[in-house]
T-cell receptor, first 112, second 111 residues
Framework: DTEVTQTPKHLVMGMTNKKSLKCEQHMGHRAMYWYKQKAKKPPELMFVYSYEKLSINESVPSRFSPECPNSSLLNLHLHALQPEDSALYLC???????????FGQGTRLTVV | GQSLEQPSEVTAVEGAIVQINCTYQTSGFYGLSWYQQHDGGAPTFLSYNALDGLEETGRFSSFLSRSDSYGYLLLQELQMKDSASYFCAPRDGGATNKLIFGTGTLLAVQP
C-alpha cells in the first residue's frame, strides 16, 4: 500500500467555523508533512512531523494547528480562516530522511 | 536564505527531448529531487540525485552539479501525457526532512 489518503476531498467553510483535515498512511513512514498550494504555484511547506513530533513549522499562522495522534495519522485543525487561505492542502509522508515523499490527492479548501 | 529558480514554461513536441533546469541556493544541501504534478493531481516523485552526475530512470534522467548549485531534468521521447508541472526540490541537511519545492516549470507537449 503506497497510498496517502486525505479527507475530505473538498471543504467549504465560513470564517468563524472550525474544521479539521485528515491524512492517513500505512507505509510505516515516520515523517509526515503538510503543504499549501495555490493555483499555478508550487506546494509551500507548512509543517513537518518526525516520529510524531513537530520538527518544522514554517512560520504558519496559529489559525492552522497541526496534530499527529499516532504514526499513521496527521490532522490539520482550522479555525478563523481568511478567504486568502483558500487553497489545495496536501499531505505527504516519507521514510525518515529519505528523498521520496508520497503525496495525497489533497483537500481543496474554500473559505467564504 | 533559500532561492530556487526554474523556467516558468517550456513547450515541446511529441518525440522530442526537453531539459528543465534548476538552480538553487540553500542553507544546507543533501540532494535534489524532482517531482511531477499533473493539473488537479498530486505531486509524484520522479528522481533524486545525492551525488554529482546523471541518474537515469527510463525516459527521464536527472543531473546534478553540486559545485554549480545546478541540476536539470531531461525528458526523452516526449509523450502527450508528460504535459505537467515539474518541480525541483532540494533536500535540506539529511535529518530535517525539509522538502522545499522550486518555482515549477509547466511543460506543454504538442502533437
Amino acid at each position: 500500500d503506497t497510498e496517502v489518503t486525505q479527507t475530505p476531498k473538498h471543504l467549504v467553510m465560513g470564517m468563524t467555523n472550525k474544521k479539521s483535515l485528515k491524512c492517513e498512511q500505512h507505509m510505516g513512514h515516520r515523517a509526515m508533512y503538510w503543504y499549501k498550494q495555490k493555483a499555478k504555484k508550487p506546494p509551500e511547506l507548512m509543517f513537518v512531523y518526525s516520529y510524531e513530533k513537530l520538527s518544522i513549522n514554517e512560520s504558519v499562522p496559529s489559525r492552522f494547528s497541526p496534530e499527529c495522534p499516532n504514526s499513521s495519522l496527521l490532522n490539520l485543525h482550522l479555525h478563523a480562516l481568511q478567504p486568502e487561505d483558500s487553497a489545495l492542502y496536501l499531505c505527504a509522508s516519507s521514510q525518515e530522511a529519505f528523498p521520496e515523499a508520497f503525496f495525497g490527492q489533497g483537500t481543496r479548501l474554500t473559505v467564504v | 536564505g533559500q532561492s530556487l529558480e526554474q523556467p516558468s514554461e517550456v513547450t515541446a513536441v511529441e518525440g522530442a527531448i526537453v531539459q528543465i533546469n534548476c538552480t538553487y541556493q540553500t542553507s544546507g544541501f543533501y540532494g535534489l529531487s524532482w517531482y511531477q504534478q499533473h493539473d488537479g493531481g498530486a505531486p509524484t516523485f520522479l528522481s533524486y540525485n545525492a551525488l554529482d552526475g546523471l541518474e537515469e530512470t527510463g525516459r527521464f534522467s536527472s543531473f546534478l552539479s553540486r559545485s554549480d548549485s545546478y541540476g536539470y531534468l531531461l525528458l526523452q521521447e516526449l509523450q502527450m501525457k508528460d504535459s505537467a508541472s515539474y518541480f525541483c526540490a532540494p533536500r535540506d541537511g539529511g535529518a530535517t526532512n525539509k522538502l522545499i519545492f522550486g518555482t515549477g516549470t509547466l511543460l506543454a507537449v504538442q502533437p
